[in-house]
């Protein structure tokens, strides 16, 4: 691979990119997260629809987790009494994001016609784990449309009292993968006027794609300097993986927690497949693992 290759596939990497505006009136984020979305659709080897739902909503995860610091986390977890039952994401102000969708395969999707028919009545609760707080900091409110875009734009409106701009997006290929996925948020600071809040909201709405812009090779802030209205200074830019952090290790330390009879039926059973419900990775434990846990859990009684 030349020089050339490789300062494209520099540039064509997932990234977040956080701005201010020159007055600093407005802040933006803008996400490309193409191919951690499309990691996420073929691990949980999920169709159209939900791989849409969960693409926009590892987006606004993301999105979130730029406002934090270091390894500070957000957690978004839509729950509906739709198809789709619960969609999880969570992301971390460093780059990582997970999640996963839990619906229902025995439903005719046929009749649906956007990803707002999936989760009907529900809610939207947005946690954030601080540093310097004991417990997250959690903000709950009713799903809008269930499309995620409005109910992220209306939880800034009523939890957190920030008028938002809020675009979301996700294109597919003709096999219906993810091809790419995005998202853009712009929120008023103090000082900020309705009149420029009212143009950046026009301007924004103007945008038939975002994903066009990603589909024309542009980074994030390339594509924010063609879109937002305002010059702005460049506050942080970080690579956005799909990337969960559990392990067969995790997995036992878990399993220790069990009953040594709980332990015992398993190893007899063979019940030896562990899967992680955020990424789909499966771990296999042998005869030495179980042979392990027993014998450390009948120390641990005596």
Do not use: W
Not at 88 to 111: I, P, T
């Amino acid at each position: 691979m030349n020089n050339e290759e490789l300062t494209l596939l520099y540039k064509l990497r997932d990234r977040s990119v956080r701005v201010l505006s020159k007055d600093g009136h407005f802040r933006a984020v803008c996400v490309k997260n193409s191919t951690s979305t499309r990691l996420a659709q073929v691990n949980h080897h999920l169709p159209h629809y939900q791989a849409a739902l969960l693409g926009r909503t590892l987006t606004s995860a993301s999105l979130l987790s730029s406002f934090l610091k270091g390894e500070e986390r957000i957690i978004i977890e839509m729950e509906g009494n739709g198809p789709v039952s619960k969609v999880f994401s969570e992301a971390l102000q460093v780059g990582e994001v997970r999640g996963y969708v839990n619906y229902k395969n025995d439903f005719n999707y046929d009749n649906i016609n956007s990803i707002s028919d999936l989760l009907g009545i529900g809610i939207m609760k947005v946690s954030k784990i601080m540093y310097n707080k004991r417990e997250p900091i959690v903000g709950i409110v009713p799903l809008n449309k269930g499309d995620v875009t409005s109910d992220i734009a209306e939880y800034f409106t009523s939890s957190e009292q920030i008028p938002s701009i809020v675009i979301l997006d996700v294109s597919f290929d003709d096999s219906g993968i993810i091809k790419h996925s995005g998202g853009l948020i712009v929120q008023a600071m103090p000082g900020y006027t309705n009149e420029s809040l009212n143009e950046i909201y026009h301007k924004l709405m103007k945008i038939e794609k975002l994903t066009e812009y990603f589909e024309n090779n542009m980074t994030p802030l390339e594509a924010m300097k063609n879109i937002l209205p305002f010059e702005f200074d460049l506050i942080s830019s970080s690579q956005v993986d799909f990337f969960c952090r559990c392990s067969k290790e995790t997995f036992i330390e878990k399993l220790m927690t069990l009953n040594l009879k709980d332990i015992e039926e398993m190893s007899i059973n063979m019940e030896n497949e562990l899967v992680c419900q955020y990424c789909n990775n499966h771990y296999y434990l042998d005869e030495n693992d179980f042979q392990k846990m027993i014998v450390e859990m009948r120390a641990k009684r005596n």
